[in-house]
């Protein structure tokens, strides 16, 4: 029998796409953690006119998390630095509230925006993306 082998660039790939699930890859096998589940917005899309949303996630322990924010052409919006602990980085349900404003604190167009989370640990960096619709 012929031993199939999966080439370098599907490899990357599935890599690549278990990272856009929220799933990190740990030892050699590929086993997905749950360092970083249940990635959702609410309310999406939303009005910053009349509110805000809610960035949640659960995270197995306390660690360092990083939340950055995209506009669909790949634009810088804002980012979140949180140390472990902090509100954000604690080990549980987590709930970050973006009221649809830039860095300066101006707010943004109506349309579409990328959000990466990325919780960093001792043995790697595990990440999630979720889309948000902004409207007006």
Known sequence: LRERTMSRKAA???????????WGLWGA????????????????????????????????????????????LGGHVRNWE????????RGG????PWDGTDEG?????AGGYVCQVMVTEDDGLVQGIRKIGLIR
């Open 12 to 22: 990357q790939i599935l890599v690549g796409v278990l990272m856009l699930l929220g």
């Open 29 to 72: 096998y590929g086993i997905p953690t749950a360092r970083l589940e249940s990635l959702v917005n609410y309310p999406n899309p939303f009005d910053s006119r009349q509110s805000e949303t809610f960035i949640s996630y659960v995270l197995d322990q306390d660690a360092p998390v990083t939340i950055r924010l995209f506009d669909v």
């Open 82 to 89: 949180l140390p472990a602990g902090a509100d954000g980085a």
């Open 93 to 96: 349900l987590n709930r970050v």
């Open 105 to 109: 604190g101006h707010k943004v167009p």
